[in-house]
């Protein structure tokens, strides 16, 4: 017997349809077609246009009668210039659809031109710093419309292949803010594991615990979704089979495969909310410049710790999954702290350059970000603060 508090009240979407395998994106032009576009614009950025997969894709497109366009201009981290001068370009050709080939960046910005065609406001009106802006914004957005998106991603990690929201920093303010709209969802996802075969080992790793910290976080999360932790479970179990393969040897197929399905498992959990760790890594990003996973990845341990309290019975379920012993939440700390030991990530913030004077200035922003509300426990600027100097010192021990 269940009490009526048992019940769930919520509202939730799953995502985007999935084309996954080694070799698909030579499916792209057909895949195109499928979504009616005659004139993709393809969105990368300036690194990824200059690899042999864009001419190829580019040339695949052209062949198929396709009137193909490439806008590269997209930086790491992302700001509004990058989105908006993509739907000047959009505009300009007569584009019908987005093919968001890339890491996150370019899937983001690749996602938010698709949006922005078609809207009535600027995009610094559209963008969401709170869930107080949360409504009046999503009462704003335009969505009739909106052009077809494929996303093609080339790493495995960032879940925005499948997201329905992109992170785009408003410079003025050097914050991270989010476009957010269920209707940003990619139409197809076209996810081809061979296109991660060159990723670096350090850029493997960190996107990869960018996967890890997506599923956990999600199955951590205390909002309501009834089918995303068995998916966050699954993303984590690939994360422990697959991400040090991955890291030692870039050409395992089969390894890489199975960080592209942990990516896109984090990709369908996150769709329940994130945590702590998001909300603690993206000033990280947006004043220091230090990439998302590798935040992530030095972070998780302390906010684990942090949230123990309230996800014990959880941590046990994980622990158990992952044939940890004994199967507590200690266990899986140190799991975690393995793994990233093995993928040669630094233990504390002060390895990537934080110093104390800093947490005045990130820990505000991080208590303000709209993911620290997803976090199992309340957490506000002072908790932020102690979470920002147990990462600086590597200190576990909450
Ligand atoms: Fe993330």
């Given at each position: ?131 107080q802006d949360f409504a009046e914004i999503q009462s704003k957005l335009v969505t009739d419309g909106l052009p077809p998106v494929v996303t093609v991603p080339t790493t495995s990690g960032t879940g925005s292949e499948l997201g329905r929201a992109s992170a785009i920093i408003d410079e003025e303010s050097r914050t991270k803010k ?221």
């Open positions: 017997m269940t009490g009526k508090s048992d019940i769930a009240h919520a509202d939730w979407a799953f995502p985007t349809q999935v084309r996954f395998g080694l070799g698909r994106v030579r499916e792209l032009p057909e895949i195109c077609r499928e979504l009616t576009m005659a004139r993709p614009l393809l969105v990368t950025d300036g690194g990824i246009a200059g690899l042999p997969m864009s001419a190829a894709i580019m040339d695949s497109c052209a062949a198929a009668g396709l009137g193909v366009a490439l806008y590269s201009d997209v930086q790491a981290n992302p700001v509004e210039r990058n989105v908006t001068d993509g739907v000047a370009v959009f505009e300009a050709g007569g584009h019908d659809g987005v093919i968001a080939l890339g890491g996150g960046s370019s899937l983001d910005v690749g996602k938010a031109i698709a949006l922005m065609a078609v809207q009535k406001y600027p995009l610094r009106e559209l963008t969401i710093a709170s869930f989010g476009l957010f709209h269920p209707l940003m969802m990619p139409r197809i996802c076209l996810a081809d594991p061979e296109l991660t075969l060159s990723l670096s080992p350090a850029i493997t790793a960190a996107v990869g615990f960018d996967a890890l910290s997506h599923s956990l976080e999600a199955y951590c999360c205390a909002f309501s979704h009834p089918f995303a932790d068995g998916v966050a479970l699954k993303g984590m179990a690939l994360v422990d089979e697959a991400l040090v393969a991955a890291y030692r040897d870039g050409a395992d197929r089969g390894a890489r495969a199975r960080m592209m399905m942990a990516s896109l498992a984090g990709g369908t959990a996150f769709q329940k909310g994130v945590g702590a760790v998001h909300a603690l890594s993206h000033p990280l990003s947006s004043r220091h410049g230090i990439h998302h996973g590798l935040a992530n990845a030095v972070l998780m341990p302390y906010v684990l710790a942090f949230n123990m309290p309230v996800i014990k019975a959880k941590m046990a379920a994980l622990a158990r999954l992952l044939d940890l012993t004994p199967p507590s939440g200690a266990a899986v700390i140190d799991w975690l702290v393995d793994m990233r030991e093995q993928c040669d990530i630094l233990h504390s913030l002060a390895a990537l350059g934080i110093i104390e004077a800093d947490i005045a200035t990130l820990a505000p922003l991080a208590a303000a970000d709209i993911t620290a509300v997803e976090n199992p426990i309340a957490v506000g600027e002072s908790d932020m603060a102690a979470l920002y100097g147990a990462a600086l010192d590597g200190d576990l021990s909450y």
